[in-house]
């Protein structure tokens, strides 16, 4: 978007998450590095990176699922 008073929205949009086979909450990002709450593969929940640059394939797990669950407190807006 480069400047937040005048956004260019004309660049190319990059799809990260398709389909539907988990949970997949926005937390936020550092860069090209974006990082999500997900059930994918782990249904008690896991934090994992993902860069624009490498898709979600690659993405890394910041934080294993453990023995608990986590739980993600949203903001009204439906935001994490």
Request: aromatic fraction near 8%; proline fraction near 5%.
């Amino acid at each position: 978007l480069q400047d937040a008073k005048q956004p260019k929205l004309d660049g190319p949009v990059t799809m990260l998450i398709t389909g539907f086979d988990a949970n997949y909450g926005f937390i936020g990002n550092v860069d090209r590095t974006f990082y999500f709450f997900t059930t994918h593969e782990a249904p008690r929940g896991k934090v994992i990176a993902v860069n624009l640059d490498e898709g979600l394939a690659a993405a890394r797990t910041v934080i294993p699922e453990g023995a608990d669950t986590i739980l993600i407190q949203e903001n009204a807006d439906g935001v994490g």
